[in-house]
């Protein structure tokens, strides 16, 4: 059973930021953000992920709110490469040695 | 390390047929996991290693559905008597026990049964 929802769709301009919103009102102190990206006929890709604090790396941000109950990934300054579906999962690192992914959001970057 | 390798890329395969897909971890990764990907669907959950321990099988993995890891190293998963119900894109990733690390997926084997 997922335990993230996501928007199903969403479009961004290129060359502008994208933020893709995940609501995770059930989340325990112990779980975990994660997002990952699958590019078409790809396998998916981690991007990034945190406990509670905002965390940064080269290819985005992830901003949690302080009750942790939503997230949103920031994609900074988003390329036509950007277009793929974006899964929202959260995890308990020490146990939970599997990934359920939902339906995702497909983003597509238009020039 | 190139990351994680599955071969074959493709595979279209008749009914009855059995099918074998491989697929190569990165080296210091001690777990390895099979997924199955239909088209829209997120990928699901089929099983994984620790080592050369199978630990999980999904509800999924029918009886026609083996996998191995012999060594801890590279991992096979084969299907007997393909299905048509059996097309969709078989990934594998893997990862090291204990971190937060995200995991890492290869490719994948799209599997076509005519």
């Known amino acids: 059973d997922a335990k993230t929802t996501q928007p199903t769709s969403m479009d961004c301009a290129e060359g502008r930021a994208a933020n893709l919103p995940c609501n995770h009102s059930?989340?325990?102190?112990?779980?975990?953000v994660y997002w990952y990206r699958q590019i078409h006929s790809q396998g998916p890709q981690y991007i990034i992920h945190?406990?509670?604090n905002n965390e940064t790396n080269e290819m985005a941000s992830l901003i949690i709110t302080e009750d942790r109950k939503s997230s949103t990934l920031i994609l900074p300054h988003a390329t036509l490469r950007d277009t793929a579906v974006y899964y929202c999962?959260?995890?308990?690192?020490?146990?939970?040695?599997?990934?359920?992914f939902g339906a995702g959001t497909t983003v597509t970057v238009r020039a | 390390d190139t990351g994680v390798s599955q071969d074959p890329r493709h595979k279209i395969t008749k009914r009855g047929q059995n099918v074998t897909f491989r697929c190569d971890p990165i080296s210091e990764h001690n777990r390895l996991y099979w997924y199955r990907q239909t088209l829209g669907q997120g990928p699901e959950f089929l099983t994984y290693f620790q080592n050369e321990a199978q630990l999980e099988k999904s509800r999924l993995l029918s009886d026609r559905f083996s996998a191995e890891r012999p060594k801890g190293s590279f991992s096979t998963l084969e299907i007997q008597r393909t299905e048509q119900g059996d097309s969709a894109m078989y990934l594998c990733?893997?990862?090291?026990?204990?971190?937060?690390?995200?995991?890492?997926f290869g490719s994948g084997t799209r599997l076509t049964v005519v």
């Open positions: 990733a893997s990862s090291l026990a204990g971190t937060d690390y995200g995991y890492t």
């Open positions: 945190g406990l509670k």
């Open positions: 059930t989340i325990s102190g112990n779980e975990y």
């Open positions: 999962i959260v995890r308990v690192v020490t146990h939970d040695y599997k990934l359920s």
